[in-house]
């Protein structure tokens, strides 16, 4: 053997030395904690109810946390005992440990008792019998139906709801409702308001067995189709009024769905808490909705402001809803030289089926702009403002639309800047720095944007945080502190600056995009988590 073959043989051999090496050091930093479902897909608020988690890398997982009040239990691998003190409504469970944070997985808090699924109740002869006042947990079958069957007395009204996309669920439900003959008596695909999921509501003519037939819209199915399907007698509910209220106060709070007011009841927009979880109970179960606490001043609309308007300030936000024909409300505020604000509402992501038209006037009645209706927001108007004075914001529904659930909440921003993130959730050990995405919508706006990361203790110190003149994004590399302990979960915020007309702006990231990748039937992840970077500490390997 040649000098040079055998060198060349010894290289090799080193090459798969080395290469062996990196892999085995790769495979000793243990992957984040990944969740695909849980099991069940409810629990009652107050009761202790075991939960089972399926998804990869979960071992090391050994803690649990809630978007709600609950105390939590360890009681095995991937098993954890919850007892929620929370009202009814859609919640949040993350995973995590010295390997990380997991993903966001959704639960709900339910009043009505779960009852178990069944695999084989893909035709009407083989419905799966469920009990009025109880809910079942169960997997859409691909090209398929899931049948159940109910017993009813006549004249007792029933309530049927699917629970999917709200959370999480790949699902786009439709819902029948049949009589033992298979005559159809009511069917439902997208109940407005629901994102996606169904609702029917009927009372049995006659006495005896109905049965209720849910698939997915384009016939899809697997583990990805999950639902919850809750029968009872409760009101659709889909939206509050008003949708946001100031921290610390304590607000009336008016439920109301497609068939009018459901109830009323007061509740406290808490400092500590990100969502304020509404619940009216029906005859049996409860319909819930949520509303989100703000830093600013929320104003009501008052009535009658069709040309009367109501007064607010910029920095304020302001409630509104279209519960009348023509519905026109007027609100006047005054700006100063050379501001520039976007006015910005929300409607679908709150609940509401309805689309804001927003218009801008001098208070003589001259129209000085207007937002598009066709476009993909829920209503923009930006403006650069002359001179000082007195203006008004006309907010309109955009189809003529009206009832007491087509709620709005309007915001005005300054800055006038729009940065997004690509994902809501990062692990890394400490003294180790993670690679962030940030994103700027660019707009009008060209200049460059000084970015800064925002934790428990403080600002976290990156480097190359700067988006450059012109540029669209930056990846931005984040120092986890020293002092957090690994196994430990912590909240972020991302945010920037920048000189505009000679000012300086500031916005907040949005994680809505990286939310919505995942989750695609979820136009609208929920508002109480926009703009949270989760970041779980790692155990240094």
């Known amino acids: 053997m040649s000098f040079g073959v055998a060198a060349s043989r010894q290289s090799a051999a080193n090459l798969l030395c080395v290469l062996w090496l990196a892999a085995a050091g790769l495979s000793a930093i243990a992957a984040a904690p990944d969740i695909d479902s849980i099991s069940p897909l409810g629990i009652r608020p107050g009761a202790p109810t075991e939960i089972v988690l399926t998804g990869s890398d979960l071992a090391e997982s050994d803690q649990l946390w809630t978007s709600f009040p609950a105390s939590v239990e360890r009681v095995g691998e991937r098993h954890f005992r919850i007892t929620a003190d929370a009202a009814v409504g859609t919640g949040v469970l993350r995973t995590y440990g010295s390997n990380g944070v997991s993903n966001p997985a959704f639960i709900l808090m339910d009043d009505l008792a779960t009852i178990a699924g069944a695999k084989t109740n893909n035709t009407l002869a083989s419905a799966h019998s469920i009990t009025f006042g109880s809910a079942v947990d169960g997997v859409c079958p691909e090209l398929n139906y899931a049948w159940f069957k109910v017993a009813l007395k006549k004249g007792q009204r029933i309530s049927l709801e699917v629970v999917a996309s709200r959370i999480g669920s790949k699902l786009d ?322 945010s920037g600056s920048a000189k505009r007309d000679g000012k300086e702006v500031h916005a907040r990231a949005s994680t809505a995009p990286a939310w919505r990748r995942p989750l695609p039937l979820m136009l609208y992840p929920p508002p109480e988590f926009e703009g949270v970077l989760v970041l779980g500490v790692t155990t240094a390997k």
């Open 173 to 494: 439900s439709v819902l029948r409702v049949v009589n033992a003959a298979g005559r159809e008596l009511a069917r439902n695909d997208d109940a407005p308001g629901l994102s996606g999921d169904s609702y029917v509501s009927l009372t049995a003519p006659e006495s005896g067995d109905y049965f209720v037939e849910l698939r997915d819209v384009n016939y899809g199915g697997g583990t990805s189709f999950f639902y919850r399907l809750r029968v009872g007698d409760f009101p659709l509910v889909t939206a509050a009024f008003p949708a946001m209220a100031g921290q610390g106060s304590t607000t009336l709070f008016q439920l109301a769905g497609p068939g009018g007011e459901a109830g009323r009841m007061k509740a406290k927009a808490l400092t500590n808490s990100s969502v304020v979880r509404l619940a009216i109970k029906g005859h049996e179960g409860s319909a819930f909705a949520r509303a989100i606490p703000r830093l600013t001043k929320e104003i009501v609309e008052k009535e009658p402001n069709d040309t009367r308007a109501n007064l607010f300030s910029i920095a304020d936000g302001i409630n509104g809803r279209f519960d009348k024909a023509q519905d026109r409300d007027l609100y006047e505020f005054a700006s100063r030289k050379g501001e520039r604000v976007e006015f910005r509402a929300a409607t679908r992501s709150l609940g509401s089926a309805c689309d804001a038209m927003l218009t801008l006037e001098s208070v003589d009645g001259k129209r000085l702009g207007r937002s598009n209706p066709s476009m993909a927001d829920e209503g923009v108007l930006a403006y650069s403002f002359p001179s000082n004075g007195t203006y008004r914001l006309v907010v309109e529904e955009a189809a003529g639309a009206f009832g007491p659930h087509l709620v709005y909440h309007i915001a005005a921003e300054q800055g006038g800047l729009a940065l997004s993130l690509e994902t809501e959730h990062v692990s890394a050990p400490p003294g180790k720095t993670f690679d962030l995405k940030v994103i700027a919508g660019r707009g009008e706006f060209k200049g460059a944007i000084t970015l800064a990361v925002d934790g428990p203790a403080g600002p976290l110190a990156i480097t190359n945080n700067v988006i450059a003149e012109g540029k669209s994004n930056v990846t931005v590399k984040v120092m986890v502190p020293e002092s957090l302990a690994p196994g430990t979960l912590h909240e972020l915020t991302v």
